[in-house]
């Protein structure tokens, strides 16, 4: 099946530093999604991309759907304590009649220190 | 909207015991998932559904099983819970439109422990 490795695994930074995770596949997406994952909740959706190439911004944070379609990354920027958590990229890909599953990468665990 | 709900939040179990865990959505999504998620790793679909009446497997389905008898609900069950089924399950939902399936939104989880 597909492989999606997520990188880094683990991340400790200072508050207002800058953020870059990515996540590599095997294959081809169609869809590139960033989740954010609190202690003890279900991840919330922070950004869905749906072209290659395409960069889409949501505040302080900013992903990109890789131009090979295989890979994609997330950038955080000022970082600041609320952004601790973990961070799945997601990739999905849809054909007609196809499964439509998404494909998680392992995460990353984001620490900030004051 | 409540959104995804799940129920419970905790549970343990001893081994063999039988329980269901109940999904549900108000977002009238066609597609519901149930996941599991262990430490360090994403998480893993177990079963999901494309719409009411239907189910299907997804990677990791052995010792599980699932039914969609309502649009808004979906149901996971373990027969005979094992101590390789202690995690954290996650159900998620999306909506779907021709060949493009939008994004999953997920519900707060419930954690199991199997003793």
């Known amino acids: 099946g597909q492989q999606l490795n997520q990188s880094p695994q683990s991340m400790f930074i200072q508050e207002g530093e800058d953020v870059s995770m990515n996540c590599t596949s095997s294959?081809?997406?169609?869809?590139w999604l960033w989740y954010k994952q609190d202690p003890g909740e279900g991840p919330v959706l922070l950004i869905a991309l749906y072209k290659a190439g395409e960069l889409t911004s949501n505040g302080r944070l900013t992903a990109q759907f890789g131009i090979t379609r295989k890979d994609s990354f997330l950038n955080i920027s000022a970082s600041i304590p609320s952004d601790v958590g973990i961070y799945f990229c997601?990739?999905?890909?849809?054909?007609?009649?196809?499964?439509?599953?998404?494909?998680f990468g392992s995460g990353t665990q984001l620490t900030v220190l004051p | 909207n409540a959104g995804v709900t799940q129920t419970p939040k905790f549970r343990v179990l001893k081994t063999g015991q039988s329980m269901t865990l109940l999904c549900a959505q108000d977002?009238?999504?066609?597609?519901m998932y149930w996941y599991r998620q262990d430490p360090g790793m994403g998480l893993r679909l177990i079963h999901y559904s494309v719409g009411e009446g239907t189910t299907a497997k997804g990677e990791v389905p052995d010792g599980y099983n699932v039914s969609r008898l309502k649009k808004q609900n979906f149901l996971l069950g373990l027969e005979s819970a094992a101590p390789s089924q202690t995690s954290v399950y996650f159900c998620a939902s999306s909506f779907s439109s021709g060949s493009q399936t939008y994004e999953q939104y997920f519900g707060p989880g419930t954690r199991l422990t199997v003793t």
């Open positions: 294959s081809i997406f169609n869809t």
């Open positions: 997601a990739g999905q890909l849809w054909t007609s009649g196809s499964a439509r599953q998404l494909t």
């Open positions: 977002m009238n999504h066609e597609y």
